[in-house]
């Protein structure tokens, strides 16, 4: 089966590089403790079995038999205590170390066993586990994590097995005879790197991909209106669990004051971008929660677009349009900045509109669209930007802590936007402590009130994942779970009759 993906992956270590282009290929190469099934309820990956203490402070897994690594060296409680320990490393920098730093004791009383106390019970614990991709210590044991060639030449436990990773081309991977799951049904994954979304387009109206994730005008238009394309492929579309924001550089001037945050926000018409980029496939949002879930706080409401009341903010906040050239100053500078994006084309047209918008009330904007490796390495890491176009992608777990705690601003974390609010910070802590899920949730429901009011992130829109599959692809569960199209995936089979005579990266 041949895919496609818009920016390569900066590793296979999925917990130091943090990205979403790694974790889908390192997801089909590692496996957890636990995973989601069908129903996004948890179940044993790795893990046959798990308990948890009468205190809820400790929790007890239980491997299944005869694991072993995709070389043929055993898998055992060692390798999960050695993973654990390589993410809390302070040198490791995992923006996801926050989660297991607050394990004070892990112990392997046996090969097959591994056992975890916290000082106080933390309701996001076990999803915890389900995020953790174990990795192997016999190959990484004294390795820097940053430099290790491991990074490019995994050996994992999963379904699939690196073969070829050909830079700036593709991916190949194949499967792993000694999957500690069992054989996947489709040989051979390749990932092909197309940037461009309409690169990829073609590539599959030329049934050199089976595979893509679609932007709303070939879902909702192109493919409809070609018949030898919808004879050829089957469309999806689920409401994901993330959503597109543009942030602030908390850290840079003008954005430390919540008058000019404000003022944005209110600038940006953000029914104008769902309808306009993405045809009405996305949800205006109040909170950085999936509409509909018991996290979403339905009480809220997004800021309305209102130009006037931005202006009149941004006059509260001493800007001035002094020389009636139609941009805004303050202490005799022009209310001037930069979004960057990465290449994608709804989060360009996107900073497109905003920059329109923005203009009318006297801010003057420049874009600009950079590849994503060097996005990651050279802004946001870095901390170098003014305001930003970027998207979360969630986990089930309603805990943001990696993202909003002010604890998480170094160099690889997720609070790159600087964000220090003392009120969130004790939300986020006591939402973590708490097991009722009834109280929960209000503190949840809290944390995103106070978060809207602060403004730290202009919200644009919940999106839809869409995606086209060709259907020689069988096996796909329908209707689609609440785990989504991908749930499964190694089911799924192409019949002989409909496979490639010989497969190619191209």
């Known amino acids: ?194 940037p461009d979304n309409s690169a990829q387009f073609l590539e599959l109206m030329a049934d050199n991909i089976d595979t893509m994730g679609l ?42 004051d919540i008058r000019v945050r404000k003022a944005i926000n209110y600038a940006i018409d953000k029914q104008e971008i769902i309808d306009g980029v993405y045809l009405g496939l996305g949800i205006n949002i109040a909170s950085p929660y999936k509409p509909g879930t018991r996290w979403s706080n339905a009480a809220l409401s997004p800021y309305p677009y209102d130009a006037q009341k931005a202006k009149a903010l941004l006059k509260e906040a001493g800007f001035i349009d002094t020389n009636s050239d139609g941009i805004l100053e303050r202490d005799g500078k022009p209310f001037a900045f930069e979004i960057i994006t990465n290449q994608n084309k709804e989060r360009e047209k996107s900073a497109v509109l905003i920059q329109r918008r923005l203009k009318d009330i006297g801010i003057d904007v420049k874009i600009r669209a950079i590849e994503w490796a060097s996005f990651i390495s050279r802004f946001i890491k870095t901390g170098d930007f003014d305001v930003v176009v970027l998207g979360w992608g969630l986990g089930l777990d309603p805990d943001q802590y990696s993202i909003w705690h002010s604890s998480q601003q170094a160099p690889g974390q997720f609070n790159f936007i600087g964000y220090n609010n003392p009120t969130i910070d004790k939300l986020l802590e006591q939402g973590r402590t708490e097991l009722d899920p009834d109280k929960r949730m209000n503190i949840y429901h809290e944390f995103a009130k106070v978060l809207l009011e602060d403004c730290p992130i202009v919200y644009l829109s919940a999106g839809y994942g869409l995606t086209a599959m060709h259907k020689r692809i069988q096996g796909i569960v329908d209707p689609i779970p609440p785990a989504g199209v991908g749930y499964d995936s190694h089911k799924w089979y192409i019949p002989e009759p409909l496979r490639r005579n010989e497969i190619s990266a191209q």
């Open 215 to 256: 932007d709303p005008i070939k879902y909702s238009r192109i493919i409809p209106s070609r018949p030898e394309l919808q004879k050829n492929l089957n469309l999806y579309k689920e409401l994901g669990n993330s959503y597109t924001y543009m942030g602030f550089n908390l850290k840079h001037k003008p954005f430390d």
């Open 1 to 194: 089966m041949i895919g496609a993906m818009t920016a390569e992956p900066s590793g296979l270590i999925y917990m130091v590089a943090g990205e979403s282009a790694s974790a889908a290929i390192a997801s089909n190469i590692f496996n957890a403790l636990l995973k989601y099934n069908a129903t996004l309820d948890l179940e044993g990956d790795l893990a046959e079995s798990w308990t948890i203490s009468d205190d809820q402070k400790t929790i007890t897994f239980k491997l299944k038999p005869n694991l072993t690594w995709a070389d043929g060296h055993p898998l055992t409680s060692a390798d999960v205590l050695f993973t654990w320990k390589l993410v809390i490393d302070e040198k490791t920098r995992s923006p996801y170390a926050s989660d297991y730093q607050l394990v004070k004791k892990a112990e392997t009383p046996d090969a097959f066993t591994f056992k975890v106390s916290y000082d106080q019970a933390y309701a996001p614990a076990l999803d915890s586990w389900s995020g953790l991709q174990i990795l192997p210590a016999h190959l990484l044991k004294g390795q820097d994590i940053h430099t290790t060639a491991f990074a490019r030449k995994p050996v994992g436990s999963n379904y699939y097995q690196l073969d070829v990773w050909k830079n700036g081309e593709n991916i190949q991977l194949s499967r792993n005879t000694k999957s500690v799951l069992g054989p996947a049904q489709i040989d051979k994954l390749i990932t092909r790197i197309i």
